[in-house]
């Protein structure tokens, strides 16, 4: 998987990301590349639930929890999807709202500058 396209990050990219992502840390464009590499790439899921076991097995071997860590590792994964869709759709509707500020703002101007 090393023929990626231009604005695509790399598995070893994507890779290091993954203490970021396990810890909440990651930006909506790093976890959206994430998320979407993930989809394409089963070398990176592979790599991403050893971590994820590794990463929580320990915390719930020490609490005596067991809990199916696949299935949570899926949840969370498609909770990052949708936050991702809710901030991107977010960043649409502040950016169609400044857009619609400034057009308010020219028709303004034009009609003072007519009249
Ligand atoms: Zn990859």
């Not at 998987?1 to 890779?15: H, P």
């Not at 993954?18 to 994430?34: C, Q, T, V």
Request: some cysteine; aromatic content about 6%; overall charge negative.
């Amino acid at each position: 998987m090393k023929e990626n396209g231009r604005n695509e990050k790399s598995c070893k990219e994507i890779q290091g990301l993954i203490p970021r992502y396990l810890s909440g840390n990651l930006s909506l464009k790093e976890a959206r590349a994430f998320t979407g590499h993930l989809k394409k790439c089963s070398d990176c899921r592979e790599e991403i639930e050893i971590s994820y076991l590794v990463d929580q097995g320990i915390a719930r071997v020490e609490s005596g929890e067991t809990i199916d860590l696949h299935a949570d590792l899926e949840t969370m994964l498609t909770d990052t999807e949708e936050a991702i869709q809710r901030l991107t759709q977010f960043s649409t509707a502040v950016y169609l709202i400044e857009m619609t500020a400034v057009f308010v703002l020219i028709a303004c101007v034009l009609i003072l500058w007519i009249f």
